[in-house]
């Protein structure tokens, strides 16, 4: 059973930073990428960015410049490492893993894999 574990939410004030991490359990996804999605209350699940098996990334216009993706293969986890948090970046952030190998995705709906979320909120 696959199964994908994000930790490292919590609170913390604008212009703080937080580390998010998601073990990858019952595969293994060192082939395929692996992203990182986020939903607000009331607003639909949005793209944060994506990193591919190989090491490259991709970012969604709000976070670029502030998030940073990366990935320990050998650890089967991947990390999302947020700095200069604003309180729209207030959410629930959700790590994924691509269906196919050497895909690299860039919508939410592109993602056959998911974990259970884990919450972030940003204090003005």
């Known amino acids: 059973q696959v199964q994908l574990v994000e930790s490292g939410g919590g609170l913390v004030e604008a212009g703080g930073s937080l580390r998010l991490s998601c073990a990858a359990s019952?595969?293994?996804?060192?082939?395929?990428?692996m992203g990182w999605s986020r939903q607000a209350p009331g607003k639909e699940r949005e793209f944060v960015g994506v990193?591919?098996?190989?090491?490259?990334?991709y970012y969604a216009d709000s976070v670029k410049g502030r998030f940073t993706i990366s990935r320990d293969n050998a650890k089967n986890t991947v990390y999302l490492q947020m700095n200069s948090l604003e309180p729209e970046d207030t959410a629930v952030y959700y790590c994924?893993?691509?269906?196919?190998?050497?895909?690299?995705?860039?919508?939410?709906?592109?993602?056959?894999?998911w974990g259970q979320g884990t919450q972030v909120t940003v204090s003005s």
């Open positions: 990193i591919s098996w190989g090491g490259s990334t």
């Open positions: 994924a893993a691509s269906s196919s190998v050497g895909s690299f995705p860039r919508t939410v709906r592109e993602y056959a894999y």
């Open positions: 019952g595969r293994t996804f060192k082939r395929n990428a």
